[in-house]
């Protein structure tokens, strides 16, 4: 409980600068005591923020992430900036703070579900209008002229470094340039995208503001300064996904800035009301809610999920737009048994073209590559001719077209294009065509419901094909002929050489051989989670031997995740024959933390000769130092990217154990080429489909095993 | 210079101008002067006469093009040398590569296919006769033993029991598929309930894991509907399983016996026109086993033993003519160097045979004697074939399968075996027996010892 109300205080404290750590809280929260008075308020604003909230009944979580208690401390902070208190005013002020929680509470929800955007600190400047304007009623409340205390030791410091920090601080209603050079480390060390972004922000408004409104600059300049600050977090980095369109926007958005500050100076003096973060509030909610009306998303990405650091929300992003960019929830396989060659694929030189482009066209090939034995004169010499087609995904028959006789090798129908032709309906709008099959081999009537890999007829040469190959198309109709639609195969096995590349939610194209995934049973049986199962890990880590429990979990959002005893937590996602953890929080030396690494996609099937690939956040790897000062650059790009190369390696005599292993490559690009870093996992699964083992290496040195009991 | 014309004796054929029949008069047998582009001279003198020869290339894409059949017919597929058809060590490991595993019939089969590192669990232990010895390796090496009849069952319970190990088994079923020798006498009977009750008995063990069901129909098998019933029957035994075990099976093996294009004696017409291709014997399969109700990923393994027809036009016997005659009734006869000593198979197929060089268009119908001092030793009681003279070669094309593995050292050594590489170049892959290698393994009592 004690845990509880003080996270939410310090979280309130961080939330001011879109901040999420509870060691920033402390640091805002040291930075208001330079002022004690300002501090005790602010202090105050938060607690009984945070205790209406919670005696009213308020989502425990929304407190505790200081979602209803920031504006107290701004509200707090300021009435103590603003004003002298006396017993009187500090009663006022008190009851005050409880309209600030109900007006947040009104704002930040009813943004939030109208509009979908934030209430940022628009609660505290209303509340803070209200009790201004009220105040006038009486004749004896005294204004506070706050002055720095520490100007004398800054002395040597440019005139534009103390505007800098004392922009910082006036955000907390801090006059003193300490505060603000504490809280700027605090940012610093929590983001380095958020620093530069300051830095940057400070620099255009300095420069904009003397060019725009050169007569008001001294008088508007730490105003308009903080407000510039806020604004290039929330749309640089905080609210948006930081990016170099990011940042073209912080550009403009500063411009707008210093022009609403402008604005709201003239309106608000003659209400001798203060401007506040005013400008902030009004630049970013009108810039993140027009963004919502763009007909098409770029790279200028609004942030849809929960936030973290900008630096969090950037390799999370990537990592999901790299890893689940083609995602569909319909998993289609291809539709025949074996190995087929695509012999005119996307954008085709013969047919695929223009409406029809996303089609494919398959054949069967032997070892030199040829469709047929023989001469190829006979349609019986084709490989391909009269092998099943099968359909892709469980559905139910639309159309059938039978009865179109075969044509002669070179020859085609043109006047019955598609030739027999099966039309398959898996939902409302997927819908999936086979077409040329042989003539009288079709197995289905229209109205059957099938299931996935079920046989629907026969590969032949029907309409307009001059050789027997199946044609494959998905589309949006049940209409004969529609134009193609692209849509993805959840998993399939492209040949390569000697070896077979696993290809997930991908297109196969024009010369590949390919395949569908082989489910293996002892692969499957582990990792197919069920709801509610529990495993038990053993490992040796400090010296002594622990044990770690997992089990399997899901949430609201149908999410699951594995929750293991202490508490961390690995979503993961199964697509059919994939398993996919897609991300983790919690410790990194947990059993939860290395085998999430290790297995972080995995096909369940088993070939010797299969490999596959993933891409990693190296916010998730143990990446070090360099990391940090790397990400100074991320708004331009991530110069230190992480990829995992998987693969089964081959069994072991005497032994039914699958194992597959995984090298993690860390690496850095310029100027950070030297960067490198190298980690492998292995998992080992006997055939009573439990982890005989699995360890994790860094730089071939295992530093952690553990075994499944 | 013009290469000097070769001469060709003059023979006398009785002209029958009544028994021309549909196709035609066969033509002066075309020489087979070389495999894989390798002239047959060339491998004689550097080899010897006889000598086998293996083409590494039409093993890969016999064994290729017969997975590719299968996979695209039927989700999952594996096949499994069949030892017993060619257990030269070289052949095996080309099937090894070609992701094959080892289908063993003895324990010394066994062993040879794990020395060259098959995997255990790779191996499919099948055959009437398994020592006790070698059903505990084969435990212990996780392999699939498939069990032949009760008595086998009860001797590996016995050993599970006592040692507390765990078995995969699969059971081999006999069954009446309408043709004819019906091959009863390997495995448990389908009609019977032979093979229902022994399935019951491995379910009720614990140590014992039903992972497969097993037939294997017969052999040089010329109808392809027959697979389809044995395969539902099988599919039959499967679904039992599952409605009233709960249990889904790993495999179903369906054996071998697919015929290959060598010409049984008294067969009329050539195997090419009347064996079942492989695609046949494939789709009836398939058909059968797709008639087991279950999801795809579901379906069982089909593993496939075939042997015959993936080895057989891969081998090659080459010989060498020792003499000619003519028989009391006129007949030609030719003597070569290889006789059924090295070609067992001639007793009941009708072997291509073709000269190795250019010979003249006139045929003359012959009898092929070997070189054994006995009067078996008949590779071929009449075939066309031009005149030939001493020295000169012969081709016996289709002996991949049988004989390397049932051919005797009897009044002749073993000759060498060779592989013509896909590279081209030429490996011997067995040495040919000398007095040394046959006095190796014989003892002579002291007493013997000395010869007056």
Redesign the interface.
């Known amino acids: 409980m004690m845990k509880y109300f003080i996270d939410s205080i310090l979280y309130s404290y961080s939330q001011i600068f879109f901040c999420n750590r509870r060691w920033f809280g402390v640091t805002a929260l040291a930075a208001t005591f330079l002022a004690p008075k300002i501090g005790a308020m602010a202090l105050c604003g938060v607690v009984i923020s945070n205790l209406t909230a919670h005696v009213l009944r308020f989502d425990k979580e929304k407190i505790k992430s200081g979602f209803y208690g920031f504006n107290g401390i701004l509200f707090g902070a300021a009435t103590t900036f603003y004003f002298e208190l006396d017993l009187f005013l500090i009663f006022i002020a008190l009851i005050f703070m409880v309209i600030t929680f109900i007006v947040a509470a009104v704002l930040e929800n009813y943004l939030a579900t109208a509009f979908n955007l934030p209430g940022l600190s628009l609660p505290f400047i209303i509340t803070l209008y209200i009790f201004v304007i009220f105040l006038t009623n009486y004749n004896h409340i005294v204004p506070a002229l706050t002055t720095a205390s520490d100007l004398k030791f800054y002395e040597y410091l440019p005139q534009s470094i103390k505007y800098y920090f004392q922009s910082f601080a006036l955000i907390l209603f801090q006059p003193n340039i300490t505060s603000g050079i504490l809280i700027a480390l605090g940012i610093l060390f929590f983001s380095r995208v958020l620093f530069l972004l300051s830095v940057a922000a400070f620099a255009l408004n300095y420069f904009f503001l003397h060019f725009i409104l050169p007569d008001q600059a001294e008088t508007l300049i730490i105003i308009s300064g903080f407000n510039s600050i806020l604004t290039a977090f929330a749309l640089g980095g905080s609210l948006i996904i930081p990016s170099r369109k990011s940042f073209v926007l912080v550009i403009i958005s500063i411009l707008m800035v210093v022009i609403i500050t402008g604005f709201f100076y003239r309106i608000l003096l003659t209400w001798y009301l203060p401007i506040l973060v005013l400008p902030f509030n009004f630049v970013v909610l009108f810039t993140i809610y027009s963004l919502k009306f763009r007909s098409e998303y770029t790279d200028l990405v609004l942030l849809y999920f929960k936030p973290g650091s900008p630096e969090e929300n950037y390799y999370y992003h990537h990592m999901r737009t790299s890893r689940f960019e083609r995602f569909k929830h319909t998993f289609a396989e291809l539709p025949f048994f074996g190995e087929w060659f695509v012999s005119q694929g996307f954008d085709g030189k013969y047919t695929h073209k223009e409406e029809w482009k996303y089609a494919w066209d398959f054949v069967v090939t032997d070892r030199d590559l040829k469709e047929y034995s023989n001469e190829g004169t006979s349609l019986t010499d084709y490989y391909c001719f009269r092998l099943p087609v099968a359909a892709p995904i469980e559905g139910e028959v639309v159309k059938v077209i039978d009865g179109i006789p075969s044509n002669k090798v070179g020859e085609v129908n043109i006047s019955q294009n598609w030739g027999n032709t099966v039309i398959l309906k898996h939902n409302e709008e997927l819908y999936s065509t086979l077409s040329h099959l042989e003539a009288n081999s079709i197995k289905v009537k229209e109205g059957n419901k099938i299931k996935r890999g079920e046989i629907i007829g026969a590969c032949g040469n029907s309409g307009r094909s001059p050789y027997p190959h199946l044609h494959f198309q998905f589309q949006l109709t049940d209409k004969l002929g529609d134009k193609t639609y692209k849509f993805p195969f959840a998993q399939f096995l492209k040949k390569e050489n000697n070896r077979y590349h696993l290809k997930t939610f991908n297109y196969p194209e024009e010369n590949d051989i390919v395949q569908n995934v082989e489910i293996h049973k002892t692969v499957k049986e582990f990792f197919n989670f069920k709801l509610g199962s529990e495993l038990k890990f053993q490992f040796e880590q400090d010296g002594e031997v622990r044990t770690e429990n997992w089990e399997v979990k899901i949430n609201l959002n149908n999410e699951f995740y594995i929750e293991s005893s202490s508490g961390d937590i690995a979503y993961f996602y199964i697509s059919d024959k994939i398993f996919y953890f897609t991300s983790y929080n919690g410790k990194k030396n947990s059993a939860l933390y290395y085998f999430y690494l290790i297995a972080h996609q995995v096909p369940m099937c088993y070939h010797q000769n299969l490999y596959w690939e993933d891409d990693y956040s190296i916010a998730q790897l143990p990446a070090g130092v360099i990391r940090y000062l790397s990400e100074i650059f991320l708004m331009y790009k991530s110069l230190i990217n992480a990829k995992g190369s998987l693969n089964f390696e081959e069994k072991s005599d005497h032994s039914n154990d699958i194992i597959f292993s995984n090298s993690i490559e860390i690496k850095g690009g310029f100027p950070f080429s030297f960067y490198r870093k190298n980690f492998s996992g292995k998992v080992i699964l006997n055939d009573e489909s439990k982890i005989s083992e699995f360890n994790f290496s860094r730089n071939g040195k295992v530093i952690f095993r553990a075994k499944q009991l | 210079m013009a290469e000097k014309k070769k001469y060709e004796r003059p023979i006398i054929t009785k002209h029958y101008s009544g028994l021309m029949n549909k196709f035609g008069s066969r033509a002066a047998a075309s020489p087979k002067s070389e495999i894989d582009g390798v002239p047959i001279k060339k491998l004689i003198s550097e080899f010897g006469s006889p000598l086998f020869v293996f083409s590494e290339r039409q093993i890969?894409?016999n064994q290729?093009?017969a997975l590719?059949i299968?996979?695209?017919?039927?989700?999952?597929?594996q096949f499994a040398w069949s030892y017993k058809t060619n257990y030269l060590n070289a052949i095996c490991s080309v099937f090894h590569q070609e992701g094959s595993w080892a289908e063993v019939v003895s324990e010394f089969e066994y062993d040879k296919a794990r020395r060259l590192g098959v995997?255990?669990?790779n191996i499919i232990f099948n055959g009437p006769h398994k020592s006790k010895e070698a059903l505990l390796k084969a435990i212990?090496?996780?392999a699939k033993i498939h069990i032949d009849h009760f008595d086998e069952l009860y001797e590996i319970i016995e050993i599970t029991t006592e040692m507390n190990l765990k078995a995969n088994v699969a059971i081999r079923v006999n069954m009446d598929t309408g043709i004819y020798p019906k091959w009863d006498r390997f495995g448990f009977n389908y009609e019977n309930g032979e093979a229902w009750q022994a399935i019951k008995r491995i379910l009720s063990n614990k140590n014992l894991k039903l992972i497969g069901l097993h037939t294997h129909i017969g052999t040089y098998m010329m109808s392809a509907d027959a697979y389809k019933i044995a395969a539902s029957k099988l599919v039959n035994l499967a679904r039992g399983i599952k409605d009233e075990f709960d249990l889904l099976l790993?495999y179903i093996d369906m054996g071998g016996g697919f015929a290959s294009h060598n010409t049984l004696l008294g067969q009329y017409l050539p195997a090419e026109e009347v064996v079942p291709s492989i695609e046949q014997f494939a789709d009836a399969i398939?058909t059968g086993l797709?008639e087991l109700p279950l999801?795809?990923?579901e379906m069982p393994l089909l593993i496939l033993e075939t042997g015959r027809a993936l080895i057989d036009d891969a081998g090659y016997l080459l010989t060498t003519v020792l003499a000619n005659k003519r028989l009391s009734t006129g007949q030609r006869a030719i003597i070569v160097d290889a006789g059924v000593n090295l070609l067992f198979t001639s007793f009941w197929y009708k072997h291509r045979i073709s000269p190795a060089q250019e010979s003249g268009i006139h045929v003359e119908d012959a009898a092929l004697f070997g070189p054994l001092c006995m009067n078996i030793d008949c590779l071929s009681d009449g075939i066309l074939l031009p005149a030939l003279k001493k020295g000169e070669h012969l081709v016996i094309e289709y002996v991949g399968a049988y004989d390397t593995t049932q051919w005797m050292q009897f009044i002749m050594m073993r000759p060498n075996v060779v592989m013509v590489m896909e590279d081209g170049t030429v490996e011997l892959i067995r040495k040919s027996e000398d007095l040394d290698y046959l006095l190796d393994r014989e003892v002579i009592p002291d007493n013997l010892k000395s010869v007056k």
């Open positions: 890969r894409s290729r093009n590719r299968f996979k695209t017919r039927y989700p999952k597929v995997k255990g669990e212990n090496e996780k790993e398939s797709f999801k795809i990923d």
